[in-house]
C-alpha cells in the first residue's frame, strides 16, 4: 500500500503561482512513478504530469506544458507540481497519483490516489 497526501492548493488571481505537494508513505518502491491528475466541476478527471522514478523523465498535459513543472525529491518521498501563469480554466480538484509506470498515467490509470487539494483561480 502507498498513502499519498497533497497541500498546497488555494486561491490565486489568474496570472498567479502555487506550488502542489504530495507526500508518498508505504511501500512507495512498488509504484514509484508520479503524476499529477485534475478534476473540475462537471468533468472528467484528467492527466496533468507524470514523472519517472528518477526524475529524468517528464511528461505534461498540452494544455500545461509550458506553465506546470513536475519534480520529485526521493529522499523526502514528495513529488512536487509548480504551477505558474494560472488561468481560470486551471480551477480543479488537483490529485497525487501513484503508479508502477508512468506510462499508464496517459490513459487515466494509478494504482494510488491521494485525496486531492482544491486550486481555484479567480479571473
Known amino acids: 500500500q502507498v498513502q499519498l497526501v497533497e497541500s498546497g492548493g488555494g486561491l490565486v488571481q489568474a496570472g498567479g503561482s502555487l506550488r502542489l505537494s504530495c507526500a508518498a508513505s508505504g511501500h512507495t518502491f512498488s509504484s514509484p512513478a508520479m503524476g499529477w491528475f485534475r478534476q473540475a466541476p462537471g468533468k472528467d478527471r484528467e492527466f496533468v504530469a507524470a514523472i519517472n522514478r528518477s526524475g529524468g523523465y517528464t511528461y505534461y498535459a498540452d494544455s500545461v506544458k509550458g506553465r506546470f513543472t513536475i519534480s520529485r525529491d526521493n529522499a523526502k518521498n514528495t513529488v512536487y507540481l509548480q504551477m505558474n501563469s494560472l488561468k481560470p480554466e486551471d480551477t480543479a480538484v488537483y490529485y497525487c497519483?501513484?503508479?508502477?509506470?508512468?506510462?499508464?498515467?496517459?490513459?487515466?490509470?494509478?494504482?494510488?490516489w491521494g485525496q486531492g487539494t482544491q486550486v481555484t483561480v479567480s479571473s
Open positions: 497519483a501513484a503508479d508502477a509506470l508512468s506510462q499508464h498515467f496517459r490513459r487515466g490509470l494509478a494504482d494510488y
